[in-house]
C-alpha cells in the first residue's frame, strides 16, 4: 500500500473530526451536567 500525503492528510482530518464529535458529545452528556453546572457557579462564590 503507497500512501500518499494527500491520504495522510484526509485521515488527520477525518480523525479530528471524530475527536470533535466525540468531545461535543461529552460535553453535553446529560451525565456531566451536574458537574459543569457546578463549574460555571465556581466564579460567582465567595470565600
Known amino acids: 500500500m503507497n500512501l500518499d500525503v494527500n491520504d495522510v492528510r484526509i485521515a488527520v482530518t477525518v480523525l479530528s473530526m471524530l475527536f470533535f464529535i466525540g468531545i461535543c458529545f461529552w460535553a453535553y452528556s446529560r ?4 458537574r459543569f453546572d457546578e463549574a460555571a457557579e465556581l466564579p460567582f462564590q465567595s470565600d
Open 31 to 34: 451525565r456531566n451536567r451536574a
